[in-house]
């Protein structure tokens, strides 16, 4: 009769007892050990995992395990994984404030003593993830930087050639459009992409290096002069060549205008070279031209360093690793399984084999080049340029208002 | 008069609307499978029509590719399992709270609703404490655990309502006959709310089955992986194959039908034996 | 007559597997997760008790009003919309798939849930794709209706609506799957004697049928409130995390994700006290709200 009341308590016994004794089968007794890799670079487990199989044939007894989250989460997640204690044992560490912040909270150990680090690589490249008392919180591994697609093709049909300046720029586009074609591929719909992409791409042009660029962090030049005001006037004037309704346009339909040839130049990363491949038709670069009077700079990006967590159970085998990187033979092999568009940070002179790469850098030559214009110290200005760009692109307000809206902020 | 009510079963009217809301329906499905056949660039082709050429390789390499398979158990078993434990706590709870009517019935009633109120995201690092301290990390067996949690707001409130329903001289005479209140359950409660549980799973399936959030924060191990945690391997940092993403998914969302349909007919079921209300 | 169950004990032990597995896994790590709208810092090692001062931010400081209040209100449009279009519909149909005597009706109701058993992440691509005047463009014009192109999510005049629209279309399964339940449950012999009576088919709907499933109702109208003041997923999958365009699609769900979980892009450094104190302030808001509801519509809640 009371049946029921007996097998209650033990559908509660169940309850607790299905996830307890479902663990089991954890230690493994070997002298094997296996490190974890978070990454934000979902699309490289097959570069990845070429390179750490390299790495395997001179450390037999260590695995490491290439395990990307999806960019979207990948903050997210690894905070909350580094927060419980189950963060993964060697990880992509960002530049600037976003690691500063996780070597704060205790996260990324402190790689300074790693051999070759200091020396192997240059002053500059190393700031972007050093704490201002000097400190290393992670060993350099790539960088990216900005330019102009063009489809080669089209342009040789029309007879058209590379602008020299900012004007030239806005005149080739003015005959694209008048001939049918939609001039540029960049939309707004996803919003950083034609912040980080165009605007800080073009930013250098008017504002100069990374010299000028420490005087309106300082304060010294305020970020609505005239070199700002200009800036965001650009974009304004970018915006009617840009397709129909691009305030839809995601990023991917950008990809796929280029790629399809539906529009004709692209303001894009590094790291789309590997996208287009594959394409029907010859595409090449250049840098985004500055304005008359001017110099063209280049927005040259520090992006991406590896570090490890300072709770890993393996921290001998992990250093061992980063020295690795660190090192001439280790730093080839990294960079021959970079995909393309990421560029080696290393001093050693290290050969691209994928002439988009090469063209890439081939940009750099004589000019100045900085990061992305927040990233070293105005991150808290991020979303609001990012708002100042896209309303000044849709014509809600003028190039002044943007700037002084920014610069209300500082 | 036979003439009119034939007309009248005709529902003529009802057929336009709904074949209306079936197009609203199928042009979008129609959209999902026909890119589902295309490549990545295809695709923006000609969104709407049908490929030029037919591209089976989406399919072909999700199907071949083991893992797949793999991420689909997983999906089924943690699916399957927190959908029985919270129809069953669920309505245990129910029909305690329909019928035991005093404050402490009350507080705990409430307590169980304010569940479904707050974000469980919020509770992440928490859980993930607990999960590691059972040493659940990495496996699917952390899983069941919180989405049974999870569904039990939801049950308890649908199930608490269907039960309270239910006339009162159903348990009357019940009690009369002699019932223990484990009987009446058995064979009295449960065949009348069917349909609430069913409700009730097919509420909890979606989020279950589609949830992404979990196993990418406490799932890396490939052969514990998630379907929807599988198919984020397809997502790159700049570009994603949509094409993939499109097959993989709309091949998710069969199971999903099925079981739909397989609940569903509870209803068909349920009035036969329910129509006790009026 | 009342049939008076004194023992509290058999009672206790039916609830007793739901309250434990609920407790540990759910109201427990909440009830500390919500702890932490009293703290600032993200970790242990970092964390300072600030008292209120999450709340006061909240509500003062400038840059963070501006949003909540901004998707505040975008909530409620968007929770506005679901009750009117998602129950409106869903009842609707509901009667329409109720009718004895027409045929179709289990290939209809199976189509009108197709869409609730995608993954979030499909409906927003799909829909991202129809709604682009990009790619839609040339097939709108090609169709005859060149008026329609317009980059609906690309408008912040319009893309609230685009937004709250598909979720609808995504959902209503749901709430018709309910409303079919109920009133099949529907005694037969009542509805027939309403029909003899003469009454037609909006007086019985809404003299006999809609009364009779109040309590369904309130079921519905309280998971369509709850649901949508967290709703997150269909902003992050047709927008972004921001609510694009100009914020103009954030809402309380997406805020909190991005205050609480995610931290902003690109640095990503969450403020878990801030996103506690959003969550607590929803919480209480949805609880002062539901609770009448339910008294209006539960019987003995």
Redesign the interface.
């Known amino acids: 009769m009371k049946r029921l009341?007996v097998l209650?308590?033990m559908?509660?016994l169940l309850?607790?007892l299905l996830p307890v004794s479902a663990q089991g089968n954890k230690a493994e007794i070997s002298d094997e050990v296996v490190l974890t890799m978070g990454s934000w670079r979902t699309d490289d487990v097959e570069q990845m995992n070429r390179l750490l199989n390299a790495y395997k044939k001179l450390a037999p007894k260590v695995t490491i395990k290439f395990q990307p989250t999806n960019p979207?989460?990948?903050?997210?997640t690894l905070?909350l994984q580094l927060?419980s204690g189950t963060g993964p044992d060697l990880m992509y560490a960002?530049s600037y404030?976003?690691g500063q912040?996780l070597y704060?909270?205790?996260y990324f150990a402190d790689c300074t003593d790693i051999p070759g680090l200091m020396e192997n690589f240059s002053a500059s490249n190393l700031a972007p993830w050093q704490m201002s008392d000097g400190t290393m919180f992670a060993v350099p591994f790539a960088a990216v930087s900005h330019a102009v697609y063009y489809n080669k093709d089209i342009f040789k049909k029309e007879g058209l050639s590379i602008p020299e300046n900012w004007e030239a720029f806005l005149s080739l586009c003015d005959t694209l459009e008048k001939k049918g074609y939609t001039p540029l591929a960049n939309g707004?719909?996803?919003?950083?992409d034609i912040l980080?992409t165009f605007f800080f791409g073009l930013l250098p042009n008017y504002i100069g290096g990374a010299d000028m660029r420490v005087k309106y962090e300082s304060g010294e030049l305020p970020l609505n002069d005239r070199n700002f005001v200009e800036a965001y006037q650009a974009m304004a004037d970018v915006a009617q060549y840009c397709?129909?309704?691009?305030?839809?346009?995601?990023y991917n339909?950008s990809q796929v205008?280029f790629n399809s040839q539906k529009a004709v130049m692209f303001v894009d990363g590094s790291w789309t070279a590997g996208v287009y491949k594959d394409a029907p038709f010859d595409w090449g670069l250049f840098a985004i031209p500055a304005p008359k009077g001017k110099s063209t700079a280049i927005c040259f990006h520090p992006d991406m360093a590896i570090t490890m967590n300072t709770a890993t159970k393996h921290p001998e085998e992990a250093r061992a690793f980063l020295a690795w990187l660190c090192s001439e033979e280790g730093a080839t092999t990294a960079s021959q399984n970079l995909p393309s568009g990421y560029f080696p940070m290393i001093k050693f002179p290290i050969k691209l084999e994928d002439p988009h790469a090469n063209e890439f850098l081939s940009l750099n030559a004589g000019r100045k080049t900085d990061a992305r214009f927040v990233w070293p110290k105005l991150?808290n200005l991020?979303?609001p340029m990012n708002?100042a760009v896209?309303?000044v692109m849709k014509g809600d307000i003028s190039a002044k208002q943007a700037a002084d809206s920014v610069q209300a902020l500082m | 008069m036979r003439g009119s009510l034939r007309k009248?079963?005709r529902?003529i009217f009802?057929?336009i609307?709904?074949l209306l809301?079936?197009f609203?329906?199928?042009f979008?499905?129609w959209?999902?499978v026909i890119?589902s056949f295309k490549t990545r660039l295809t695709?923006?082709e000609?969104?709407?029509w049908i490929p030029k050429t037919w591209e089976f390789s989406n399919y072909t390499t999700v199907l071949r590719d083991g893992d797949f398979f793999t991420y689909f158990k997983n999906s089924f078993f943690v699916v399957s399992i927190s959908l029985v434990?919270v129809t069953l706590?669920?309505s245990?709870?129910g029909?305690?709270?329909?019928?035991?009517?005093?404050r402490?019935?009350?507080i705990?009633?409430?307590?169980?609703?304010?569940?479904?109120?707050?974000?469980?995201?919020?509770?992440?690092?928490?859980?993930l404490e607990?999960m590691r301290a059972l040493g659940l990390l990495n496996t699917i067996y952390a899983l069941p655990?919180?989405y049974?949690?999870?569904g039990?707001?939801?049950g308890?409130?649908?199930l608490t309502?269907f039960i309270?329903?239910l006339p009162?001289d159903l348990?009357?005479a019940a009690?009369i006959d002699g019932a223990s209140?484990?009987k009446i359950?058995s064979m009295i409660i449960l065949p009348l709310i069917r349909?609430?549980l069913?409700?009730t799973a097919?509420?909890n399936l979606?989020p279950f089955?589609?949830d992404?959030w979990f196993p990418l924060i406490f799932i890396n191990d490939e052969r514990h992986k998630t379907l929807?945690l599988g198919?984020t391997r397809l997502f790159g940092q700049y570009q994603t194959d949509?094409s993939k993403?499109?097959a993989v998914?709309?091949l998710?969302?069969i199971p999903?039908?099925v079981l739909?349909?397989a609940m569903?007919s509870q209803?068909i079921k349920?009035?036969t034996a329910?129509?006790?209300?009026? | 007559?009342?049939?008076k169950?004194s023992r509290?004990f058999?009672?206790?032990?039916?609830?007793?597997?739901?309250?434990?597995?609920?407790t540990?896994?759910?109201?427990?790590?909440?009830i500390?997760?919500?702890r932490l709208s009293l703290f600032s810092g993200?970790?242990q090692?970092?964390r300072v008790f600030v008292g209120l001062d999450n709340f006061k931010r909240l509500f003062t400081d400038p840059e963070i009003s501006t949003r909540y209040w901004g998707a505040f209100f975008n909530t409620w449009k968007f929770f506005f919309v679901h009750f009117i279009v998602q129950n409106g519909?869903g009842i609707?149909?509901a009667v329409?798939?109720t009718?004895e005597?027409?045929k179709?009706r289990q290939i209809?109701?199976?189509?009108?849930?197709?869409?609730?058993?995608?993954?979030?992440?499909?409906t927003g691509?799909?829909?991202?794709?129809?709604?682009?005047?990009?790619?839609?463009?040339d097939?709108l014009v090609s169709i005859g209706l060149p008026f329609l192109?317009?980059?609906?999510?690309?408008?912040t005049n319009t893309a609230l609506w685009a937004v709250s629209l598909v979720s609808c279309?995504q959902w209503l399964g749901?709430p018709t799957?309910?409303f079919?339940?109920a009133l099949?449950?529907?005694?037969?012999?009542?509805l027939e004697a309403a029909r003899l009576e003469g009454a037609g088919s909006v007086k019985t709907f809404w003299y006999i049928k809609l009364p009779?499933i109040k309590?369904?109702v309130?079921?519905v109208a309280?998971?369509t409130f709850?649901n949508n003041?967290?709703a997150?997923d269909i902003v992050?999958a047709m927008?972004?995390?921001?609510g694009?365009?100009?914020y103009s699609t954030d809402l309380i769900?997406t805020l909190?994700?991005r205050y609480?979980?995610?931290?902003?892009?690109?640095?990503?450094?969450?403020d878990a006290g801030l996103?506690?104190a959003i969550?607590t302030i929803?919480?209480l808001l949805?609880?002062v709200l539901?609770?009448p509801t339910?008294r209006q519509t539960?019987?003995?809640?």
């Not at chain 3, 209809?108 to 499909?122: E, G, H, N, R, S």
């Open positions: 009341h209650l308590p559908l509660l309850c607790v979207p989460d990948y903050n997210a905070r927060d960002r404030a976003a912040e704060n909270a205790g707004l719909a996803d919003e950083w980080e397709p129909d309704g691009f305030e839809s346009v995601t339909d205008l991150m991020y979303a708002q896209i309303k | 009248e079963n529902h009802s057929h609307v709904l809301w079936t609203v329906v199928l979008p499905i959209v999902l890119n695709i923006y000609n969104p709407f434990l706590l669920a245990l709870a029909y305690a709270l329909a019928r035991y009517k005093s402490i019935g009350t705990i009633y409430y307590f169980f609703i304010a569940g479904m109120m707050i974000p469980i995201k919020i509770a992440s690092i928490k859980l607990i655990p919180i049974v949690a999870m039990l707001p939801v308890v409130f649908i309502t309270r329903e009162e348990y009357e009690i209140s484990g359950y349909p609430a069913a409700t097919i509420y979606i089955w589609n992404l929807l198919v949509w993403v499109l998914l709309t998710s969302a999903v039908l739909y349909l569903s209803f349920g009035v329910g129509s006790v209300k009026g | 007559m009342r049939i169950h509290h058999p009672w206790l032990l039916y609830l007793a597997p739901a309250l434990l597995v609920y540990v896994f759910m109201a427990f790590p909440l500390d997760s919500l993200n970790n090692v970092t519909l609707f149909f329409l798939l009718q005597t027409m179709g209809y109701q199976t189509i009108i849930f197709i869409p609730t058993t995608f993954a979030v992440l499909i691509y799909l829909w991202k794709l129809m709604l682009n005047p990009v790619w839609a463009g097939f192109k317009h980059p609906y999510l690309g408008d279309w749901i799957m309910m079919v339940a099949r449950n529907i005694n037969v012999e009542l009779l309590p369904i309130g079921i309280v998971l709850v003041f967290n997150f992050f927008e972004n995390v921001n694009a365009p100009e769900g909190f994700y609480g979980i995610a931290g902003q892009h690109p640095i990503g450094i969450p996103g506690a969550a929803t919480f949805l609880m539901v609770i339910l539960q019987r003995g809640a």
